[in-house]
């Protein structure tokens, strides 16, 4: 069965840390392209960025630049989504999801399965 389950998600104080992850059971995540997408209350999901097969990253959100990063431990068949530098603006629900046919891109129906959400506030 597959799935992929986000944990890390938490409340954070503006300009702190959070390390999201995202652990596939079911199939091999080094084989496919990984997002990671973010939903804010009363937007639409917008994806955050992406890891390729060969491990590279491609960001998509601006506004994400220089703050955060994307990884993967094939050992543990998980990926990490590191946030630092968090603003209140980063706050939502974040998604990863994966693309079988190992391609990244923006738009949510590149991505075949996603996990259930981790929960992001940035608060003081």
């Known amino acids: 069965q597959l799935k992929l389950v986000e944990s890390g998600g938490g409340l954070v104080q503006p300009g702190g840390s959070l390390r999201l992850s995202c652990a596939a059971s079911g199939f091999t995540l080094a084989y496919y392209a990984i997002g990671w997408f973010r939903q804010a209350p009363g937007k639409e999901r917008e994806g955050v960025l992406c890891?390729?097969?060969?491990?590279?990253?491609?960001i998509y959100a601006d506004s994400v630049k220089g703050r955060f990063i994307i990884s993967r431990d094939n050992a543990k068949n998980t990926v990490y989504l590191q946030m630092n530098s968090l603003k209140p603006e980063d706050a939502g629900v974040y998604y990863c999801a994966v693309s079988f046919r190992a391609s990244c891109g923006r738009e949510a129906d590149t991505y075949d399965y996603w996990g259930q959400g981790a929960q992001v506030t940035v608060s003081s």
């Open positions: 890891m390729t097969v060969s491990g590279d990253s491609t």
